[in-house]
Nanobody, 116 residues
């Protein structure tokens, strides 16, 4: 079993920055892919960014150039640095991991609100 603990969400003004963190624990599994999804009210959950154990990254077009995903494999932690935030980035952000055995786990979500 894997537990994911997210932190770093909050309220920020447009143009501001936030850094999300997600620490995975409770298992000796290695995590092939770690990433972030988000879901805004009335919308489907969407991929924001993902990173493989080798450092390959994938971003949603809407966040390219503004968000940066990174990970610390020794700490089983994934980060999402979000800059130049826009009101449309407002959503519940979920951490997601896929183990080397193909098991997938989700965090509880952390709220990001971009508003003046």
């Amino acid at each position: 079993q894997v537990q994911l603990v997210e932190s770093g969400g909050g309220l920020v003004q447009p143009g501001g920055s936030l850094r999300l963190s997600c620490a995975a624990s409770g298992s000796i599994f290695s995590f092939n892919v770690m990433g972030w999804y988000r879901q805004a009210p009335g919308k489907q959950r969407e991929l924001v960014a993902a990173i493989t154990s080798g450092g390959l990254t994938n971003y949603a077009d809407s966040v390219k150039g503004r968000f940066t995903i990174s990970r610390d494999n020794a700490k089983n932690t994934v980060y999402l640095q979000m800059n130049s935030l826009k009101p449309e980035d407002t959503a519940l952000y979920y951490c997601n991991v896929i183990t080397n055995f193909g098991f997938e786990y989700w965090g509880q979500g952390t709220q990001v609100t971009v508003s003046s």
